[in-house]
């Protein structure tokens, strides 16, 4: 058996604690407040008030705790610790580096400027393979995350592409509170207080406290971290989009795992990885948006009828089996041309009425009887048609310097004006 194995009941144990930890329930208390704030986001692009923001939070409470499970393991596997990994740091410069940018709150960025600073100032105390490693694991756990459950509770959104071009699409956005149990050197002498001899090849990714591991005592400590994803789907499914971004970020962590655990051995390395950590991140996200805007949108107007962006469950539109990428054909054997057209048939047709639709990807054709009803809404959200004044703003603007190169543009030239 793998000896890492064997402190399973260990880890169960500490992430157990979490239970009675009033920090882990202050994080999950903010992603309610997120989920809660995503909600009343889709009730205003709706119009109506529907669904409920707590089972949102439960379900990313439900995944955060597995994808805790899992990066306690990863880090345990590695030899991460947090002695070495300057966690006291990373995090205040990460909120730093949220002033200018909400994303720049991620560890990618403020784990490489730490790292870049100890290898060239030699400061602060810390060990880059350990900084390094953490962000690796972190963004592996995350890419899992986002692989499995990104595409929950999008929120539909009319997105500007181009000058003046509006589009259909869905706003991923996803939080996850993430209780891990990580290793903390505690003191020297023998690593195997519990009996477990470790493989020779452990710790992948050596502390710099001593060069000898086998005087070190490491502990297990519990810790809560919270992950956060946001992206835009318009040229694809939420579904398909998110699996694409997961897959993107999981080979970033890989490589970004592999190099730290090189930088031990190698300065050159050590230089690259920490230079890949914020750049790698950027080229990840330059590469998400490029992909989206060279493809064609989906969620766009039908030649014929009207096209369902999204549908609230538990409405009459719902019940007709109508979901997100239907066509609207005709309403009571009417033609339907445009959304205006649609919302007049609705107000004007109380009680039972006929649709027709296109539906699924195969677009097979389906005639519903729905039941409207006075002062309930049908439940649908169309694709833009063109006049809509509420818009996402969906740029191809790409890497960080580029972006800042930009707006010192606009700035220099609003003043030259003035």
């Known amino acids: 058996m793998f000896p890492l194995l064997e402190i399973f009941p260990l880890v169960l144990k500490q992430m157990l604690s979490f239970i009675v930890n009033p920090l882990f329930y202050l994080v999950v208390a903010l992603v309610a407040l997120q989920y809660r704030r995503m909600l009343k986001l889709r009730q205003k692009f709706f119009g109506f008030e529907h669904g409920r923001w707590w089972p949102d939070a439960l379900q990313a409470t439900g995944f955060g705790l597995l994808g805790g499970l899992l990066g306690s393991f990863l880090m345990l596997f590695v030899g991460l610790t947090l002695s070495g990994s300057g966690l006291q740091y990373i995090w205040p410069l990460a909120v730093l580096l949220m002033l200018i940018d909400a994303r720049f709150l991620c560890f990618a960025y403020a784990g490489g400027i730490l790292a870049l600073s100890k290898i060239i100032f030699g400061w602060p105390a810390v060990s880059v393979p350990q900084v390094l490693g953490l962000v690796a694991i972190l963004h592996m756990v995350e890419s899992v995350l986002i692989y499995f459950s990104g595409h929950l509770g999008a929120v539909p959104a009319y997105i500007k592409v181009g000058a003046n071009r509006l589009v259909g699409g869905f706003a991923l956005q996803r939080f996850w509170p993430i209780p891990v149990v990580a290793l903390v050197v505690v003191g020297q002498g ?30 297990l400590f519990p810790v809560v971290a919270g992950l956060g994803y946001g992206d835009i789907a318009a040229a694809r499914k939420p579904r398909e989009k998110s699996r694409l971004s997961a897959k993107y970020l999981a080979l970033y962590s890989v490589v970004l795992l592999i190099l730290a655990v090189l930088s031990d051995r ?102 519903e009887l729905v039941n409207l009803t006075p002062g309930t809404p049908f439940g649908i959200l169309p694709v833009p048609e063109g006049g809509e004044r509420s818009y996402m703003e969906f740029t191809g603007a790409g890497f960080l310097l580029k972006r800042w190169f930009r707006k010192l543009k606009r700035k220099l030239l609003e003043k030259i004006n003035n």
């Open 190 to 219: 023998d690593l195997v207080q519990t009996g477990i001899e470790m493989p020779e090849w452990w710790p992948l990714i050596k502390p710099e406290i001593t060069a000898h591991r086998d005087t070190l005592i490491y502990s």
């Open 266 to 367: 190698y300065t050159a390395v050590a230089l690259a990885a920490a230079l890949f950590s914020p750049l790698g991140h950027e080229a990840v996200i330059y590469l998400n948006k490029k992909l989206e805007l060279a493809n064609k949108p989906i969620y766009v107007p039908a030649e014929q009828g009207v096209r369902v962006l999204d549908v609230v469950p538990g409405t009459a539109a719902w019940a007709a089996g109508l979901r997100s990428g239907d066509v609207i054909l005709t309403f009571n054997g009417i033609p339907v041309y445009n959304k205006a057209y649609l919302e007049y048939m609705l107000q004007q047709n109380l009680g039972l009425a006929e649709i027709s639709f296109t539906s699924g990807q195969r677009q097979l054709y389906r005639r």
